[in-house]
């Protein structure tokens, strides 16, 4: 019997069918994953450089905050290890410099318009941070040189002041010009994604989805895989930011906008206690122990404080170095915002005494609180952190940095708040700076005899 001729013909123009969309298929698959690849390992590169940026940032401020010590105070340069500080941050900065321009150098996915722009914003920077680090090293000769006396000329410190200025400026810039470059990469990151997703798709609907199902089930796990990246950053962003106020940024609803088109949130509270603890001793110990060892305590510490504001329903608003920050009756307005701060504290100085005992350390804390009237919210478009500004924050600092390690400071607004409640020791007028003579107490515990805990 003989063969169909037309029958063979369509048989093989199917088989090629087949084949040519298997093929395209593949080259798909493995196109995508070139492209994917690069652009990720570009945005890796992009956070990489941001890093380093903002490590020659904190740099920058270390080395000033140091000279600006060997200047007020000449007794420091008595000390070497401040010298020799200085001296190792000069050394990093240096290194860093290296490194970020290292790092700047290899953009294999940037075209060569972006490179050029990069590369001049770099050149523009690069003189005021070789003046930067000469003026410095000139800082520790002279301050070795003169010590125990005040620093015989302003020229250096002068020049340094000036350079720190057009760093931190051009550092900005680079930073800023980075992240819209990360941002733009992202989003040709999805447009890649979206558009490879639709030929696949286009050719699945043709082959037959038992071709394919492998190629479906990468799709789905490259969705899983955004789902959980996007629950992820969700919830860091609520671990920074308050839940009504994250969410009111989600939803673009700023309360306000600035004469700029800066984003601002600000609330006004009548009723708040503000809470400010600062370990006694930390920058000593900074000198004695490794900085990881050093961290690594900070963190202990930190997050056992950070356990019990969240028991007792506290808004923590941030740590500074070795300083912890809380604030009770916002964002949510509540009546026992003063006792609830005041137990916290009462439970910091145990669980402070719990980790001396847990460790062998001797930490202790000094704990000042404050009541009134405060604003809080988001301000500006980059980093968002929530804050609080007012006199009530300021006087809750005062009561920190004047009280006695081991003790709670409070001011007669908190202790007319808790004084049916708790008990007090009357520490009398106290001058504290920038506010004159002020009536103090020190909070002793709780009243058992009255308060219900």
């Not at 493995?30 to 020659?56: A, T």
């Not at 920058?283 to 504001?309: K, M």
């Not at 007012?390 to 400071?409: F, Q, Y």
Request: with cysteine.
């Amino acid at each position: 019997m003989s063969e169909n001729p037309i029958l063979n013909t369509s048989t093989r123009s199917l088989t090629i069918f087949y084949t040519v969309s298997l093929a395209l298929v593949a080259c798909l698959s493995v196109s995508g994953q070139i492209i994917v690849q690069g652009m990720l390992s570009q945005q890796q590169k992009n956070l990489e450089v941001v890093s380093l940026i903002e490590e020659r940032q904190t740099l920058c401020q270390e080395v000033i905050k140091f000279v600006a010590l060997l200047k007020l105070e000449p007794e420091t340069r008595k000390n070497p290890q401040k010298l020799q500080t200085l001296q190792q941050l000069v050394i990093d900065w240096k290194a860093s410099g290296e490194k970020l321009a290292n790092a700047t150098q290899n953009t294999p996915g940037f075209s060569p318009t972006q490179k050029v722009a990069l590369q001049h914003k770099l050149a523009k920077m690069k003189p005021a941070g070789i003046g930067f680090r000469e003026a410095a090293a000139k800082i520790v000769t002279e301050g070795r040189r003169s010590r125990g006396a005040r620093l015989s000329g302003t020229s250096s410190v002068t020049q340094l002041l000036a350079e720190e200025k057009i760093l931190m400026q051009g550092l900005e810039d680079v930073s800023n010009w980075y992240t819209q470059e990360t941002i733009a990469g992202v989003n040709r990151l999805k447009q890649v994604e979206l558009g490879l997703l639709a030929i696949i798709l286009l050719v699945l609907l043709l082959e037959g989805i038992l071709v394919f199902r492998p190629a479906v089930n990468k799709i789905q796990d490259t969705l899983g895989k955004l789902a959980l990246e996007q629950a992820q950053s969700e919830n860091l962003l609520l671990n920074i930011l308050p839940h009504p106020i994250a969410q009111r940024l989600k939803q673009s609803q700023p309360s306000k906008k600035t004469k700029t088109n800066n984003v601002m949130i600000a609330d006004g509270y009548n009723d708040a206690t503000v809470m400010f603890a600062d370990i006694v001793g930390f920058t000593n110990l900074s000198s004695r122990i490794p900085p990881e060892q050093l961290v690594n305590l900070l963190n202990q510490i930190f997050s056992r404080f950070d356990l019990i504001a969240e028991s007792h329903q506290l808004e923590k608003i941030k740590t500074i170095g070795d300083a912890y920050m809380v604030v009770g009756g916002l964002p949510n307005p509540r009546t026992d915002h003063a006792a609830a701060i005041a137990t916290m504290a009462i439970d910091m100085l145990d669980a402070i005494a719990q980790f001396n005992l847990d460790t062998g350390e001797e930490f202790q804390i000094r704990i000042g609180i404050n009541s009134g009237a405060v604003v809080a919210g988001v301000i500006g478009v980059k980093k968002f952190t929530y804050d609080l500004w007012g006199d009530t924050v300021n006087i809750a600092s005062r009561m920190e940095s004047h009280g006695i390690p081991g003790k709670i400071h409070v001011s007669e607004a908190t202790y007319e708040l808790l004084k049916d409640n708790f008990l007090f020791e009357e520490r009398g007028l106290t001058s504290i700076k920038g506010k004159g003579e002020m009536q103090t107490y020190w909070l002793k515990g709780a009243n058992t005899s009255t308060l219900l805990i």
